[in-house]
């Protein structure tokens, strides 16, 4: 088992920044491929960016890419989000989570563990 819990969220206006971060216990975490799902009000949850076990691989959603950067330091157990240039449209829950699989993958469904999420809310 993986527990995840996620921090950093908040309300910023359009065109700032915040830094989410996923604390993970129990097993151990770098074995883990891990990502960012987020979920808007009335919409389904999507995918935002993933990162391999070492974090030498990294994969990111079109809707972000070049404003978010995923990261991983495993000596912390921890995972992070760096968003920038924050848009209305990126408001959401944001869900960390971490995937059983050997590979990197932006499947929600291949993802085993999930955090409780937190809200990003950004104001124009």
């Known amino acids: 088992q993986v527990q995840l819990v996620e921090s950093g969220g908040g309300l910023v206006q359009a065109g700032g920044s915040l830094r989410l971060s996923c604390a993970a216990s129990g097993r151990t975490f770098s074995s883990y491929p891990m990502g960012w799902f987020r979920q808007a009000p009335g919409k389904e949850r999507e995918f935002v960016a993933a990162?391999?076990?070492?974090?030498?691989?990294?994969t990111y959603a079109d809707s972000v890419k070049g404003r978010f950067t995923i990261s991983r330091d495993n000596a912390k157990n921890t995972m992070y989000l760096q968003m920038n240039s924050l848009k209305p449209e990126d408001t959401a829950v944001y869900y960390c989570?971490?995937?059983?699989?050997?590979?990197?993958?932006?499947?929600?469904?291949?993802?085993?563990?999930w955090g409780q999420g937190t809200q990003v809310t950004v104001s124009s």
């Open positions: 990162i391999s076990w070492s974090g030498g691989s990294t």
């Open positions: 989570a971490a995937s059983g699989r050997m590979v990197l993958t932006t499947t929600r469904s291949d993802y085993d563990y």
